[in-house]
Nanobody, 130 residues
Framework: EVQVVESGGGLAQAGGSLRLSCVAS????????VGWFRQAPGKEREGVAC????????YYTDSVKGRFSISSDYAKNTVYLQMNSLRPDDTAVYYC???????????????????????WGQGTQVTVSS
């Protein structure tokens, strides 16, 4: 059985930082594109960032570029999302998701398209206060 579990959410002040972790069991992240998504209250879920082992490439949505960083420790089957310079509009439930692919991200059109992702975690709440 595949399980994807997020952790690290919590309360932060504007300008602060949090690091989210995503651990998988039943699959090997090195064979997957792993992404982070978020859903704010009253809004649709949106893609935040993704990473692939094939060429080590990453992809970010524009609103988090320069502030968030996605990384991986494949020995621990874990993917991280370091979130710096947090803003109140980063408040959301953050989800980790994965789909099996060895493609380089640059070869994928719309790499954060949610329909690609087969395995999802339950989410972790991030709240940023002003």
């Amino acid at each position: 059985e595949v399980q994807v579990v997020e952790s690290g959410g919590g309360l932060a002040q504007a300008g602060g930082s949090l690091r989210l972790s995503c651990v998988a069991s039943g699959l090997i992240f090195g064979d997957y594109v792993v992404g982070w998504f978020r859903q704010a209250p009253g809004k649709e879920r949106e893609g935040v960032a993704c990473i692939t082992r094939s060429d080590g490439s990453t992809y970010y949505t524009d609103s988090v570029k320069g502030r968030f960083s996605i990384s991986s420790d494949y020995a621990k089957n874990t993917v991280y999302l370091q979130m710096n310079s947090l803003r109140p509009d980063d408040t959301a439930v953050y989800y980790c998701a994965a789909y099996e692919s060895l493609d380089a991200i640059r070869a994928i059109r719309n790499p954060l398209a949610q329909w690609r992702f087969d395995y999802w975690g339950q989410g972790t709440q991030v709240t940023v206060s002003s």
